[in-house]
């Protein structure tokens, strides 16, 4: 049985988070079930781009605080980090680590923020899709993983949990590249899996006091939740996750994969949760973008001509030239180098772009929205 706790937190005031924290970790056994003395733990946050955390598009660092100083008192050496989208060096952890108010709060609890953008190729056996695969080397080197991730929805993959967060183990610009070879969100979010089951964080912490809907991760509207969960499975928090949200959690695509290898049961009946219940925390006006495929195709028509359709019909990346500023961040990290800088701003060639969304997760104006054929909805 897979156990999720979820507590209810209004707040990031400190003494609210500590509180429920403490209560999560109960509900689970206590954090020293899962995590040894003196041991070394790398706490993967989400660093998705240089945002304050009044945006509520990253972990907020109060989460991160009342974990790691749970972590201190064991007497655990603390690492804290991640690759976030663009560049991975020195320069540009910098900027996201005090942007996100991280580097601040680690200076406080003397903790290690990861410079090290050293990777290293690992070899993956298990994995469906990458059997090999490029990591930041500090991830191969500790203990043990502790996941924080943030309740957002994504515009790709329709939600962004514990499996997806694990995606910023891939260091820097190697992201665009797994987008570029693995267009089709099916592939995509096989290859998610992939690095989720590698990585095997002891504990994911997930950090919805206030999400984010619409169109997540970085460029939705924050709305308040107000709640943790916390689980030794990322796979079983997520779909807890989709249900506080009023989103099926078999429409999303990575909970498909997990339900496909047997990571967890079709009608989720290995999945307990403790502490509070689901039912009384659930909000049923979330937005969830709408970036469904056409699936009622497969199988019945060329996969080629399926391909094409769903390509038609998928959103588009349509630069908003008010809010652009010319920054080139959207032509930088576009997989298949699709966006021309013009004079008057970005270009983007639509025939050749893949749907990936990078130029609209990671622009820092919001400067790139997403459009869809009015077909769509009757579809």
């Known amino acids: 049985m897979k156990e999720v706790s979820l507590r209810s937190c209004d707040s990031y005031e400190y003494e609210e988070v500590k509180i429920q924290v403490e209560k999560l970790l109960h509900d689970l056994g206590g954090i020293e079930k899962y995590i040894k003395k003196n041991s070394t733990v790398f706490i993967k946050l989400n660093l998705v781009a240089k945002k304050l955390p009044k945006e509520m598009a990253t972990t907020h660092p109060m989460i991160l605080k009342v974990i790691a ?106 992201k665009a590249e797994y987008h570029f070879k693995m267009p089709e969100v099916k592939d995509f979010t096989e290859a998610l ?75 989720f009946s290995d999945i307990c949760v403790l502490g509070e219940k689901v039912e009384d925390k659930v909000i049923k006006d979330f937005k969830i973008p709408s970036n469904k495929s056409i699936s009622f195709l497969r199988g019945k028509v060329p996969r080629s001509l399926e391909i094409f359709i769903n390509k038609k019909l998928a959103g588009k990346p349509v630069i908003n030239y008010r809010k652009c500023v010319n920054c080139g961040v959207c032509s930088r990290v576009c997989p298949p180098k699709v966006i021309d800088m013009k004079e008057n701003g970005p270009n983007i060639n639509l025939d050749n772009c893949i749907r990936c969304f990078c130029c609209h997760e990671l622009c820092p104006k919001k400067a790139v929205d997403l459009k869809r054929p009015l077909i769509f909805k009757f579809l």
């Not at 090290?116 to 500790?142: A, C, H, Q, R």
């Not at 619409?214 to 924050?222: K, L, N, Q, S």
């Not at 689980?231 to 339900?259: F, G, H, M, W």
Request: proline letters at 6%; a neutral charge.
């Open 69 to 174: 100083e749970q972590l201190l008192e064991l007497g655990c050496k603390v690492i804290v980090g991640d690759s976030p989208g663009g560049p991975y060096t020195k320069a540009s952890l910098k900027g996201v680590y005090k942007t996100c108010g991280i580097e601040k709060l680690c200076e406080e609890l003397s903790m290690e923020l990861n410079y090290d953008i050293s990777e290293v190729k690992v070899e993956n056996p298990k994995g469906k899709i990458l059997k090999y695969m490029t990591v930041i080397k500090p991830i191969v080197e500790v203990d043990h993983v502790i996941n924080i991730c943030k309740l957002k929805t994504h515009a790709m993959a329709t939600f962004t949990g514990g499996v997806k967060n694990l995606f910023g183990v891939i260091p820097g610009v190697k």
């Open 193 to 267: 899996v992939d690095i989720c089951d590698f990585v095997s964080p002891t504990l994911t912490i997930m950090d919805g006091v206030v999400g984010m809907e619409g169109e997540g991760p970085t460029a939705g509207v924050p709305r308040k939740i107000g709640i943790l969960l916390a689980s030794s499975s990322p796979y079983a928090i997520d779909v807890v996750a989709c249900k506080l949200i009023n989103l099926e959690p078999i429409k999303v695509p990575t909970v498909q994969r997990c339900v496909e290898r047997s990571l967890i049961q079709k009608d």
